[in-house]
């Protein structure tokens, strides 16, 4: 998560969306690809970035089945750009079975994100850094998170 965080303040400034940092990690420990919002376009978000630079080979998908996202913020369940495909869906079709996050979804953006919900729903565990949160937002606090 300290890697993460670290992502996040690389993060393009941006007023209409959050800074966050994204790091899955494999079973062994290694660390399979990281990513942070808009670090390929303006509109990517971090988790779809470390997702991007993964292929899909058989070994890859075996990877991701025994990894864990790190991310500082909870996955958005809907996007504001319609031709792109939501982080909690993209994390479940790429077959990671935990989600290890900093802070929930506000709603400054999107009324009503159920990121971690959704994911439960799946049977994916989900872990909360609530100890974590202030540092993981330090970088939004020129955005409206309440
Ligand atoms: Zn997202």
């Known amino acids: 998560m300290r890697h993460a965080i670290g992502l996040a303040r690389l993060c393009p400034k941006s007023t209409t969306a959050f800074a966050v940092g ?27 970035a470390a997702l991007n630079k993964l292929g899909d080979e058989p070994s890859t998908r075996d990877a991701l089945a025994h990894a864990t996202i790190y991310s500082t913020l909870e996955p958005c369940s809907q996007r504001g750009s319609a031709d792109r495909v939501p982080c909690t869906d993209r994390i479940l ?34 872990i909360e850094l609530a100890d974590m949160a202030d540092e993981a937002m330090s970088m939004n606090r020129h955005l409206d998170l309440n």
């Open 22 to 48: 994204a790091v899955i990690v494999g079973a062994d420990g290694v660390e399979l690809a990281d990513g942070f919002s808009r670090e390929t376009d303006p509109k990517v978000h971090a988790e779809e």
């Open 93 to 126: 079709a790429a077959g990671i079975r935990r989600v290890v996050i900093a802070w929930r979804e506000p709603a400054t953006f999107v009324t009503n994100c159920v990121g971690v919900e959704k994911l439960r729903e799946h049977g994916i565990e989900v």
